[in-house]
């Protein structure tokens, strides 16, 4: 699988956009961008994944470079709901294939 | 839609005990389950995967007599912690997939904590 690298921690003020990077500069051509959270002593909360494009949803948006060798994830309004650790996963398609986590970045919404 | 939920949310055993803990995909079938732990200040280490009907596929150094896991229906896995002991305190985490749609995002329960006396 691929690896990926993120920052250990970022800081947002709340209200403003979170902007979360993540480099893959590995990823296959088969293999999809994943982003999850996890709030403290939580499950993981899926959030958005993509392959090329780049997705919206309720929840957030996932820009993937053209080379598709980085992402960023961008939480639009950031809430102090929003802090949690949040993971950025790259996985090759296919029902069993697995998800690996990395350290993920701890992202604190401040108010 | 695509809710997975774990019973029981905390338990605490004595050592030597077994202890199962269930994960369940309440809104949706799922033909591949899989169990993660979670230690303090850690990200999650992939257990196991599980596949309605089959054995489980352990990752390396899990042991699989130790971690028993059963997935006999397309809504239920298990997973029992065998002779329990301290060293095994962490946090229990499941996730599902939901097969029918097609989709393969992977869904998460919300933990079960594991404590060993």
């Known amino acids: 699988d691929a690896k990926t690298t993120q920052p250990p921690s970022m800081d947002c003020a709340e209200g403003r956009a979170a902007n979360l990077p993540c480099n893959h500069s590995t990823i296959s051509g088969n293999e999809y961008v994943y982003w999850y959270r996890q709030i403290h002593s939580q499950g993981p909360q899926y959030i958005i994944h993509?392959?090329?494009n780049n997705e919206t949803n309720e929840m957030a948006s996932l820009i993937i470079t053209e080379d598709r060798k980085s992402s960023t994830l961008i939480l639009p309004h950031a809430t102090l709901r929003d802090t949690a650790v949040y993971y950025c996963i790259v996985r090759p398609g296919g029902a069993t294939n697995k998800l690996i986590f990395g350290t993920g970045t701890l992202l604190a919404v401040q108010p | 839609g695509a809710v997975v939920s774990q019973h029981p949310s905390r338990v605490i055993c004595k050592s030597g005990t077994s202890v199962k803990i269930e994960c369940r995909s309440l809104?949706?079938?799922?033909?591949?389950m899989f169990w993660y732990r979670q230690f303090p200040k850690q990200s999650l280490m992939l257990m196991a995967t599980s596949n309605e009907g089959s054995k489980a596929t352990y990752e390396q150094g899990v042991e699989k007599d130790k971690f028993l896991i059963n997935h006999a229906s397309l809504t239920l896995s298990t997973l029992t912690v065998t002779s329990a002991h301290p060293e095994d305190s962490s946090f229990y985490i499941c996730s599902a997939r939901d097969g029918a749609r097609g989709d393969e995002t992977q869904y998460f329960g919300p933990g079960t904590r594991l404590l060993v006396l």
């Open positions: 809104d949706f079938q799922a033909t591949t």
């Open positions: 993509g392959l090329k």
